[in-house]
């Protein structure tokens, strides 16, 4: 459906036609919520981060957290882990499962995965870095690519992260411009993007306070970056990626944007899972700050997804 148009840039051979792209959130960027956004407009699909041990060992959590749609290419598997063979090893096994990019997070801030020395604590070692991308830029044939912060506030390195992922063969780079002290606080530093941006030749992607249509344009203004990823912002509102800002996305629209994610969701997870899981969009795709504690307490209740979706809409009419 790209045969006409001019990618917006390419990952060693993998062009995107877009520059505004889901960004990959743990509990978030499941397969019902990314191929919904996909399909408004997100230039590409990242999935969850998934930890290299899970998809060695005899877990099912990384096939279902690794699935997609044919629809949803390019399709990115988002790993984490702290030995840069044992991240060889999972690599070399999901890339058999059809992925067209494999990215390393080198950005979470979670205390958990950090303190191990997986996620934003790999930027701590930058030699395991250059060594796990030498190994997998060598050994696989999807391009590889990574996700990093500033670093930690005492030592903002993503300048020196940036070069060795290019010089050890990764194809793009994707920075959001936060410490790992900051997680999701306070400002994103547009500055450091633009710094990334000069310093290598491969593509950046930029990642941080993106909350409105017209933030798209002024970050990739800002800092030159390829694209722009949108998080937490796009949770509220995935509209973003069709070019619409909250308050201009029409009713009919909303209402057809929450049936289909609840469809997708239970299909996805079966009758009370998918249920239970997609309350979390609802009562942000509701406006939440317009509801009352009422009818959260409704929303969040458990029903029979007829009633639910029912409910739903006799809500979104009220408000």
Known sequence: MNENKTPAYVIRDVPIYGDAILAPMDGYSDWPFRSLCRGLGSAMSYTEFVKVEKILSKSKQPAKKLYFEEAERPVTF???GDNPDTILEAALVVQDWGPDI???NMGCPAKSISDRGAGVGMMKSPLKIARTFRKLTAKLKVPVTGKIRLGW???QNYRLIARIVEECGGSLIALHGRTKEQSYSGNANWDAIAEVKSAVRIPVIG???????EDIEKLKRYTGCDAVMIGRAAIANPWI?????????????VHETIRDHLERSVKFYGEEDGQRLFRKYAVQYLLLQTLTRETRKRILQKNPTGQFLAMLNEVYASV
Request: proline residues 3%.
């Open 102 to 104: 494999i990215d390393i």
């Open 153 to 155: 506030e005492k030592n």
């Open 207 to 213: 990642n941080g306070d993106v909350r409105r249509v």
């Open 241 to 253: 990626f069709s070019g619409l800002n909250r308050e201009h996305v029409p009713s009919q629209m």
């Open 78 to 80: 988002q790993l984490y």
